[in-house]
């Protein structure tokens, strides 16, 4: 749990930090190269997953029980759902950010695997609080 929320908290201040970056050191070379859409999208999904791993975080302490006692199956499922949320943004967003910064296109290949953990993680999410 203490991992996720820590991670989370990582990936919220990177974006914040690489979304002032773009806004204004890299502007004009993003609007040269028209990859501002792009990296926009990236810290945007970046930042939204970052509050998605500070959740499991919490969500999990929430329902860890007593120590040395039992808990209960949703704390399974809720860290497949971190580890989801983790490996997408790091495959989606940091695809995203290799395309703004490189211009290597075929990255964009692997950048929908990130997109499908994200909705795995929201799925997992649903499933470990249902």
Request: glycine share 14%; net charge positive; charged share 10%.
């Amino acid at each position: 749990m203490k991992f996720f929320i820590q991670t989370g908290a990582l990936l919220g201040l990177i974006g914040v930090g690489l979304g002032a970056f773009g806004a204004h050191a890299l502007r004009k070379m993003l609007d040269e190269t028209n990859r501002m859409a792009t990296f926009e999208t990236a810290v945007k999904y970046q930042f939204y997953h970052a509050l998605a791993l500070v959740l499991v975080g919490i969500l999990m302490h929430l329902m860890t029980g007593p120590p040395g006692g039992q808990n209960p199956p949703a704390l399974k499922w809720l860290n497949y759902a971190g580890l989801s949320f983790l490996g997408g943004t790091l495959i989606f967003s940091g695809s995203l950010y290799i395309l703004c910064f490189t211009g290597i296109t075929w990255l964009g290949a692997i950048t929908p695997i990130g997109g499908v953990l994200m909705i795995a993680g929201w799925a997992l999410l649903w499933w470990a609080v249902r």
